[in-house]
């Protein structure tokens, strides 16, 4: 099986500078959604028919596929565009002559796998298959003519400006993709013409030249709109958002989590739950996030690519983005109100972090606390220590980075500067506001910081009265 994928279009209507199949849905262009469902059907090779933006779509789509079936992609451009007919014809250089060839659009990103599988069986190898769908307003779609009514055999597609009165009350519609026996459908798209309302070359012109030539055409109707939904607007794709939103949080639910508000989470990316995990409103998860065992995620948070261990709790407003170093909050933490973790935070087994804590590129060990107002970036930190409000670790000189270590056991007081590279000895304490710019030794209390001085008996300045 090959697949062509029409993505030539102008998008007019998105009033966008960025190509209509660029457009991000759930993280992803709505034509790397369509990769994917290609990937998934094990199709050979995808031919990606581009025109308008071409550069740029070409260039969003090249390299990795990110699925797992590896995927040969072709990239034909169509120039200028005389309609789908001609779209598909661009494609028959690259296509072979056997197997079946499944045609999609590029800004119809929600089509089912099981969909598609069934309508290749529908063509099963010498038929032509068409997805229809009813439509209670038709308007605007190409309509399944039948002979003698909705239950004969299909003999040919009327679009919206050619049809007839009659053709247009049929409310079955062509949804825009279907499945041809390669060998046939090139023989087909050869003897298209552009004699229409709209002096255009139709793919749906194919129905008519198979009815001639004797071949069936199917029709698989099914009753699922959002799989054949294109995007033409802000609004559609806003709502093809939501009808994405809604799949995964319908799965999420079926395997157990529990979500406050399924209308209110946003997965942009992979999200693996274990066992009891709830997650409050307004979530939106990026990348590959992993949520352990009893997981709780308040309300609000936005968290990429991170692992969070069982048990943890992730607490209203909380920002994580493991970007590619990955984060990892061990199990039994907690984290936030309005904490941030970055790149590189590894917190290890009942860390917590507080409100306004930001974490960068540093190690937790077991049970350390930052519990308020306090910076630790590429800091390597001992088990049970407690880091101050107010602390931060003053990591960056002007050029280059370098790193803190605070060995376990150690309380850093309110307020306090680590200028690194610095060590601060096991089981130290390092008394509030201070800076500190030398190692410390194991079990000293260091203090680096102005003398306290009183002078007894102190007069304020007075302000002159009044004349
Ligand atoms: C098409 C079908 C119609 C069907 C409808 C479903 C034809 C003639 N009509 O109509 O029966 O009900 O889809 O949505 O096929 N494109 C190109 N190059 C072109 C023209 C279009 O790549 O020269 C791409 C568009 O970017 C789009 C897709 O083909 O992704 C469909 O084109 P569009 O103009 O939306 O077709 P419709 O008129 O809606
Ligand atoms: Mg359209």
Redesign the pocket.
Known sequence: MDVVI????K?TRMKSRLP?VLHPLAGRPLLRHVLDTASALQARKAVV?T?HGAMEVEAACAGNTGAAAPLSLHFVR?EP???????VQQAVPVLADDGVVVVL???VPLTRIDTLRALVQASGGDRLALLTIDFADPT???RIVREGGPQGAVRA?A?QKDATPEQRAIRE????IMAAPASLLKGWLARLDNRNAQG?Y???DVVKLAVADGVPVVAHKIDDAVQVA?VNSPVQLAELERAYQRRVALQLMEQGVRLADPARLDVRGELQCAQDVAIDVNCVFEGRVTLGEGVQIGANCVIANAVIEAGAVIHPFTHIDGEKLGVTVGAGALIGPFARLRPGAQLGAEVHIGNFVEVKNSTLAKGAKANHLAYLGDATVGERVNYGAGSITANYDGANKHRTVIEADVHVGSNCVLVAPVTIGAGGTIGGGSTITKDTPAGALSVARGKQVSIANWARPQKAPKA
Do not use: C, N, R
């Open positions: 029409m993505a030539a279009g998008g209509k028919i025109g169509q565009q005389l309609g789908t007919g001609h779209a659009s590029g800004d605007g779609y190409g597609i679009e519609v062509y949804s825009g255009e139709y793919l749906t294109g």
